[in-house]
């Protein structure tokens, strides 16, 4: 009897720590930024690996999110639409690029600052911009010159 009720308490305490766990998921993967903060364009040859609601970096620190993506129809390009924290100013030379966060980790659009004085406004379109590399093609590459 005692055993049962041993097995009740420690069933329990896992849910808990099951329950807090969700919880805390949910909280780290809101919808950034809470400020609504302002709206740019990306346009990226391959936008593998990035979806919406993926994180935008700078410097490590996530400063903004992926709202919306679709094909241009003209270019056969993924449009990304992005929303980035409001006390944020981006400089017009800026870089744009979807980066790893290593060989298990997930993709990010990682922000690379230029030096300009002219920052973006809500709405452009930031031109520069680079591609996840594909690791299958790299060992695909690396397994072909050993050959």
Same mark, same amino acid.
């Given at each position: 009897?005692?055993?049962?009720?041993?097995?009740?308490?420690?069933?329990?305490?896992?849910?808990?720590?099951?329950?807090?766990?969700?919880?805390?998921?949910?909280?780290?993967?809101?919808?950034?930024?809470?400020?609504?903060?302002?709206?740019?364009?990306?346009?990226?040859?391959?936008?593998?690996?990035?979806?919406?609601?993926?994180?935008?970096?700078?410097?490590?620190?996530?400063?903004?999110?992926?709202?919306?993506?679709?094909?241009?129809?003209?270019?056969?390009?993924?449009?990304?639409?992005?929303?980035?924290?409001?006390?944020?100013?981006?400089?017009?030379?800026? @870089?744009?690029?979807?980066?790893?966060?290593?060989?298990?980790?997930?993709?990010?659009?990682?922000?690379?600052?230029?030096?300009?004085?002219?920052?973006?406004?809500?709405?452009?379109?930031?031109?520069?911009?680079?591609?996840?590399?594909?690791?299958?093609?790299?060992?695909?590459? @690396?397994?072909?010159?050993?050959?």
């Amino acid at each position: 009897m005692a055993e049962n009720k041993l097995e009740v308490v420690v069933g329990a305490a896992v849910l808990l720590i099951a329950g807090i766990f969700f919880y805390l998921l949910l909280l780290e993967n809101d919808t950034f930024p809470e400020d609504g903060g302002y709206e740019l364009m990306a346009e990226f040859n391959s936008a593998q690996g990035v979806s919406v609601g993926t994180d935008v970096k700078l410097a490590g620190i996530a400063v903004g999110s992926v709202t919306d993506m679709a094909i241009n129809p003209e270019t056969y390009k993924a449009d990304v639409k992005l929303i980035i924290s409001s006390d944020l100013d981006i400089p017009v030379d800026s @870089f744009l690029a979807v980066s790893s966060e290593g060989l298990l980790g997930g993709n990010f659009i990682e922000i690379l600052p230029g030096i300009d004085f002219e920052y973006f406004q809500p709405g452009e379109k930031v031109v520069q911009t680079q591609s996840s590399v594909d690791f299958m093609s790299v060992m695909a590459g @690396f397994a072909n010159s050993q050959n």
